[in-house]
């Protein structure tokens, strides 16, 4: 629903001044959380058509092709937008992510890295770079970095959903249970939590017993909280949330 009013408000923006090239680029930012990715394309490329200097228009035109797996297309846009704003750190996350779909893993914590240092306040590189230490199999590295995420974001599902994901890979059942739990209140479906997933880490990546363990999980979760109560305040003087078993 927020996103249909989000969509009406700037298609009547789009009727007042037509022209507006920034008004194209946000629809197409928005038909991307949508997952309308093809139509999302249409606007950048329309927003591109009436100034080709629009900055972030061909890094979500790059976006929205990576996620459909027209990587060659993808890098070509993503490499062009870099060439134009060397300092564009949403293009380098993105053509890190591009790089990590493709398993050019050295590439792709080159281009992370680089997006982390021109935004130290970015908390997506984070999740990228855990991404990559998940499929090299180093869970607690992985782990790091997506608590850093969650420090620069706090209420940033992602960086919870990825945590909980290198919990069960570390088989920190307990930990993962209690962000999933988080995940949970922050309304995440399961539905939204695999297509989450999935664009940073394809479920092709996921080990049958972990995909089973999350689903069983969440599942858990969701009854646990329809019970969930409050104990008197504890020692430190705050209230705490037990939940039964």
Same mark, same amino acid.
Request: hydrophobic fraction near 35%; charge should be positive; charged fraction near 35%.
């Given at each position: 629903?927020?996103?249909?009013?989000?969509? +009406?408000?700037?298609? !009547?923006?789009?009727?007042?001044?037509?022209?507006?090239?920034?008004?194209?680029? &946000?629809?197409? @930012?928005?038909?991307?959380?949508?997952?309308?990715?093809?139509?999302?394309?249409?606007?950048?490329? *329309?927003?591109?058509?009436?100034?080709?200097?629009? $900055?972030?228009? !061909? @890094?979500?035109?790059?976006?929205?092709?990576?996620?459909?797996?027209?990587?060659?297309?993808?890098?070509?846009?993503?490499?062009?937008?870099?060439?134009?704003?060397?300092?564009?750190? +949403?293009?380098?996350?993105?053509?890190?992510?591009?790089?990590?779909? &493709? &398993?050019?893993?050295?590439?792709? +914590?080159?281009?992370?890295?680089?997006?982390?240092?021109?935004?130290?306040?970015?908390?997506?590189?984070?999740?990228?770079?855990?991404?990559?230490?998940?499929?090299?199999?180093?869970?607690?590295?992985?782990? *790091?970095?997506?608590?850093?995420? !969650? *420090?620069?974001?706090?209420?940033?599902?992602?960086?919870?959903?990825?945590?909980?994901?290198?919990?069960?890979?570390?088989? $920190?059942?307990?930990?993962?249970?209690?962000?999933?739990?988080?995940?949970?209140?922050?309304?995440?479906?399961?539905?939204?939590?695999?297509?989450?997933?999935?664009?940073?880490?394809?479920?092709?990546?996921?080990?049958?017993?972990?995909?089973?363990?999350?689903?069983?999980?969440?599942?858990?979760?969701?009854?646990?909280?329809?019970? #969930?109560?409050?104990?008197?305040?504890? $020692?430190?003087?705050?209230? #705490?949330?037990?939940?039964?078993?």
């Amino acid at each position: 629903k927020r996103y249909r009013l989000a969509l +009406r408000d700037l298609n !009547r923006a789009l009727e007042m001044d037509p022209e507006n090239s920034y008004v194209y680029q &946000e629809i197409g @930012c928005t038909l991307i959380d949508c997952q309308k990715y093809h139509e999302a394309e249409k606007y950048f490329s *329309k927003a591109l058509s009436i100034n080709p200097l629009i $900055k972030y228009s !061909r @890094c979500g035109m790059g976006r929205a092709m990576r996620i459909q797996k027209r990587f060659a297309q993808a890098r070509t846009i993503l490499q062009d937008s870099i060439r134009l704003f060397p300092e564009d750190d +949403r293009s380098h996350l993105e053509l890190g992510l591009l790089h990590l779909d &493709e &398993e050019h893993l050295d590439e792709a +914590r080159k281009e992370f890295l680089l997006a982390m240092k021109l935004n130290p306040h970015y908390a997506a590189p984070h999740i990228g770079l855990g991404c990559l230490y998940l499929k090299q199999s180093q869970y607690s590295m992985a782990e *790091k970095e997506f608590t850093a995420a !969650r *420090k620069l974001e706090p209420g940033d599902g992602r960086a919870i959903l990825f945590l909980t994901f290198a919990y069960l890979k570390e088989e $920190k059942t307990r930990m993962a249970r209690r962000t999933l739990e988080e995940l949970l209140e922050q309304k995440f479906s399961w539905k939204r939590i695999r297509q989450e997933l999935a664009l940073f880490y394809p479920e092709s990546c996921w080990k049958k017993e972990t995909y089973q363990q999350l689903r069983w999980l969440c599942d858990k979760s969701e009854k646990k909280l329809k019970k #969930k109560k409050y104990t008197p305040l504890d $020692k430190t003087g705050q209230n #705490k949330l037990l939940f039964r078993l």
